[in-house]
């Protein structure tokens, strides 16, 4: 017998199964998705692989055909399955097959199972009153501790006896053999909410949102496998209606996968889950540790979870009767890898359902264009829900123009109406969530004599200065102290430009002493765990203020606030991103959906240099309809997604001459190969938006059309193309809809 086996190698020119002979007695051990180790390469240096296919015969002829050398135990196998999805993302995504099976293999190694031993009393109590009584008279202390811990408990930990009653392994073992104690030894599973012990029952679901439920039910006990769109304002109920109906889908012998955007979002929505399913829940994200993430991969593996929650990595869950997967505020752009393979979970979300026999469900109350586009298309099944759960109300929206306040001498981040209203809720004790989507201190240090502005010397972006005083780096972590002297002119005139969210808590605390502020961004909350803190603090009342970047705005409900404020709306608006105006209708939308979600009426305060622009004025109004059309429009006028397909070829190298040589022959392949048909526009080779990132550089071409499958019979042909016309050390990666 002969074994296809990919190497556990990312490059491309070795991308390609090699034969393999499988050694008799392991022939009946070996199945597609075992991982294995073989000899590679002139020298037969063993290395790892995953077999992708078995057959009896070989085209090669038999002296060639090297050995499979075993069976690599400390790695996990991948299901038939999902080789086929990580196959499809390969061609898809324009991946490595290597780097595809990674990708569906969230949890790769295997970890030793975490034990817990428990003492208790292996005689009558009696029996121990009389021997702790013996121990006292001869003095023995140790001893004496431990009985009288077990008549105090009943049982004790090992790990307690050992630590907290300074007892010895071998006084343990001693005790044992007398048959004084007994120690039982049991596997525990790690992961996270083990706190969560109370159980919610289903509340009565409004008429909307039964009509939503039924209809899918419905579908899913007819054995209808199809996907769905459900577009429900924030605040609406859509959590209720996932968490029905996925009690349908384990009802029936299925199991379920509902994606999250952000860890932030984890704890409640976790918690909601617990309290509903209990124990069949697993988590996955990626502050778990190596040894929780394995023991909740497991749990899924063997069964004895139903439900897998968790981000874009969630949606591999190794599950053997997936019959749903939910993907919940699914126009998130953490749903899109920035490695390879450059995947979107709504597309391999889709693939993976189809290839299970699942159905999707993706939920929003601001839908991507892609989604709404195929929701109008007839593609997915939509469903509006409108109003909001219980005796909520939309919030009061103002928008304020920060010119008309900078014309007032108003210089700070606070408009006066926003300051006003941060008054009038601490006099209430009510509680405010402020939104700013920039981290730090100031923005950036710039020399005002030269104009020099202080960039990372790996990457091509400036350096944010913290309030320690050291400037960091976002992207690859370096850091370094704040010069006093311009480096280039050698000025004193240097100083900061722009605000953070650090600056802003600093600004807080002047004007509301006494307000009690939480600050989260990525710099806040880097412990393990310190989110869930913060979320939980503000949650059950201990801070008047809570201050974030767009972790706070994803998802999250506190009844008690009753006021929003969107300090500078306009951030995402102009950044260098076909999409820009969709994720600046996106952010403000979401963090306006967080206030008067109780039954307190809330307010949202949008600050804006540019009140009269499309997408803030429809968030401002709520109407998604008319940002979609006019969106639409301008995508449809410049061929860009959805309209139009649109294929990015990334090309990196850490040396830039070679990087600029090898895309610009690219490019003319490209411009060559469809050069009569008028069917695709090629631009570039341009530099990246972030030019180079941790000394590496990064290059783009983009191939516009309407032509799918002509652009992927193109991308088809590039690949075997640019192996031959790039040069050695280029990586090469393409990336359709990007």
């Known amino acids: 017998m002969y074994a296809d086996i990919i190497v556990n190698l990312s490059v491309k020119s070795i991308d390609r199964p090699y034969t393999y002979r499988i050694p008799e007695d392991l022939e009946d051990k070996i199945v597609p998705g075992t991982p294995v180790m073989v000899p590679f390469g002139n020298g037969g240096r063993v290395i790892k692989g995953f077999v992708t296919g078995i057959h009896a015969g070989a085209t090669l002829s038999d002296d060639r055909i090297k050995n499979i050398c075993g069976i690599c135990d400390k790695s996990n196998e991948i299901e038939e399955k999902m080789l086929s999805l990580a196959a499809w993302m390969k061609e898809q995504f324009g991946s490595t097959m290597n780097e595809a099976i990674k990708c569906c293999l969230p949890v790769k190694d295997k970890m030793e199972n975490k034990t817990v031993s428990t003492i208790t009393p292996g005689v009558p109590f009696e029996t121990l009153r009389n021997a702790l009584s013996e121990a006292l008279e001869k003095k023995r202390t140790a001893r004496a501790r431990l009985y009288e811990a077990l008549i105090d408990k009943g049982e004790i930990g090992r790990a307690y006896a050992l630590k907290?009653?300074?007892?010895?392994?071998?006084?343990?073992?001693?005790?044992?053999?007398?048959?004084?104690?007994?120690?039982?030894?049991?596997?525990e599973v790690r992961g996270p909410y083990k706190d969560i012990t109370e159980r919610d029952v289903p509340p009565e679901l409004t008429p909307g949102q039964k009509l939503i439920t039924e209809s899918i039910k419905n579908d899913l006990r007819e054995g209808i496998r199809s996907d769905y769109l459900i577009f429900g304002e924030t605040g609406s109920g859509k959590t209720e209606i996932y968490m029905d109906i996925i009690s349908e889908c384990i009802a029936s012998g299925k199991q379920a996968i509902m994606l999250i955007p952000e860890i932030s979002l984890t704890y409640q929505t976790v918690s909601r889950f617990i309290r509903r399913f209990g124990d069949r829940v697993s988590i996955m994200n990626s502050r778990l540790s190596p040894g929780e993430r394995f023991?909740?991969?497991?749990?899924?593996?063997?069964?004895?979870?139903?439900?897998?929650?968790?981000p874009r990595s969630a949606l591999f869950a190794p599950f053997e009767r997936l019959g749903l997967i939910v993907m919940d505020e699914e126009h998130e752009t953490s749903y899109k890898s920035e490695s390879s393979p450059a995947y979107h979970a709504r597309e391999v979300a889709l693939r993976r359902a189809a290839i299970e026999g699942a159905s999707v469900i993706l939920g929003s109350a601001t839908p991507s264009l892609e989604s709404y586009?195929?929701?109008k298309a007839g593609r997915l099944k939509l469903?509006?829900?409108?109003?909001?759960?219980?005796?909520?109300?939309?919030?009061?929206?103002?928008?304020?123009?920060?010119?008309?306040?900078?014309?007032?001498?108003?210089?700070t981040m606070f408009s006066y109406t926003l300051r006003e209203q941060i008054e009038n809720r601490l006099a209430k004790k009510e509680q405010v969530m402020l939104f700013l989507n920039r981290r730090g201190y100031s923005t950036s240090v710039s020399c005002r004599e030269c104009g020099t502005v202080i960039k990372c010397p790996h990457c091509d972006v400036t350096m944010t200065l913290h309030k320690d005083g050291r400037m960091i780096c976002h992207y690859c972590g370096y850091n370094a102290e704040r010069p006093s002297l311009c480096p280039k002119c050698g000025s004193r005139y240097i100083g900061t430009f722009g605000a953070g969210t650090q600056k802003i808590e600093e600004e807080l605390k002047k004007i509301w002493p006494q307000a009690r502020i939480i600050r989260m961004d990525s710099d806040s909350v880097r412990r393990k765990g310190s989110m869930d803190e913060c979320l939980k603090t503000f949650e059950r009342g201990g801070a008047d203020i809570l201050l974030g970047t767009q972790?706070?705005?994803?998802g999250h409900d506190f009844p008690n606030v009753t006021l929003v404020g969107i300090l500078l709306a306009d951030l995402s608006l102009y950044s260098p991103d076909l999409r820009s105006g969709e994720r600046t209708f996106e952010l403000i939308a979401q963090a306006s959906g967080r206030a008067g979600r109780g039954s307190k009426k809330g307010m949202v305060v949008i600050q804006t240099y540019d009140p009269e622009n499309y997408a803030i004025v429809s968030a401002a109004k709520r109407d998604y309809e008319s940002f979609f059309e006019e969106e639409m429009a301008y995508r449809v006028t410049m061929g860009y997604p959805?309209?139009?397909?649109?294929?990015?070829?990334n090309l990196s190298s850490e040396k830039e001459d070679v990087l600029e040589e090898s895309a610009g022959r690219l490019a003319k392949i490209v411009r060559n190969l469809y050069s009569d048909s008028g069917r695709f526009k090629v631009i570039g080779p341009a530099k990246a938006s972030l030019y180079k990132i941790k000394d590496i550089f990064h290059m783009v071409i983009y191939v516009k059309t309407y032509d799918g499958k002509g652009l992927r019979a193109l991308g088809d042909e590039l690949r075997q193309k640019a192996a031959l016309n790039v040069a050695e050390g280029v990586r090469v990666e393409y990336n359709y809809n990007n």
């Open 164 to 187: 907290e009653l300074k007892l010895t392994a071998a006084t343990l073992r001693d005790e044992e053999e007398k048959g004084f104690i007994k120690i039982t030894t049991v596997d």
């Open 295 to 310: 023991d909740q991969y497991m749990r899924a593996k063997n069964g004895l979870a139903d439900i897998m929650i968790g």
């Open 373 to 375: 586009a195929m929701a």
């Open 383 to 411: 469903f509006k829900l409108t109003g909001r759960t219980g005796n909520a109300v939309h919030p009061d929206v103002y928008l304020v123009d920060m010119r008309e306040e900078l014309r007032k001498k108003n210089r």
């Open 551 to 554: 972790m706070i705005v994803k």
């Open 642 to 649: 959805p309209a139009g397909i649109m294929l990015a070829i």
